[in-house]
């Protein structure tokens, strides 16, 4: 008997997203609106829609955990999605619950910010608000603040972003 007869080889291997399987505890004070395009998700800090692709899968029989599955595990993009829509849905429920927030430091001599009254006011669906910062150029930088971002200036050097979207509030803060 040779080698290669006695050696087990499979050639189909069990399909298992790591992320993508692990339930999501939904918070006490959250709703949820399951449709088949998106989930709605309504809590203390506002609303979120998490777009679905058409073969995921929710499964919402207990009430207080979600499990994504998706049709066919044979296709890539669906197992790439899987693990994403989970954490979409994941990020959502934490952001309508408790929100995100990211600290700014100003690190620099002479460095400092302050917010101050946009004089533009909520034209270009601005927030009446801008961080007005000093960062070592002859004139001042002026960052209008959007609606969905709420900025607070705790020190000179320290200013405090908070948003429920992870995603906006990573591109703003960036």
Request: a positive charge; hydrophobic letters at 40%.
């Amino acid at each position: 008997m040779s080698w290669l007869a006695r050696r087990c080889i499979h050639t189909t291997r069990p399909v298992l997203s790591r992320i993508g399987s692990t339930p999501i505890p939904i918070p006490p004070n959250i709703i949820l609106d399951n449709t088949d395009a998106a989930l709605a998700v309504t809590g203390p800090l506002g609303t979120a829609s998490v777009p679905l692709h058409p073969f995921i899968k929710l499964d919402l029989t207990t009430p207080q955990s979600i499990t994504v599955s998706i049709e066919d595990e044979a296709f890539r993009n669906q197992r790439a999605m899987w693990g994403t829509t989970r954490t979409h849905i994941a990020n959502a429920l934490t952001g309508i619950s408790t929100g995100f927030s990211t600290p700014l430091y100003l690190v620099g001599v002479g460095y400092r910010a302050a917010m101050e009254e946009d004089p533009r006011g909520t034209v270009d669906g601005g927030s009446g608000k801008r961080l007005a910062m000093k960062l070592g150029y002859s004139h001042t930088v002026y960052v209008p603040i959007p609606p969905w971002v709420d900025a607070k200036v705790e020190t000179p050097t320290k200013i405090v972003l908070s948003a429920t979207d992870k995603h906006l509030l990573g591109l703003f803060s960036a």
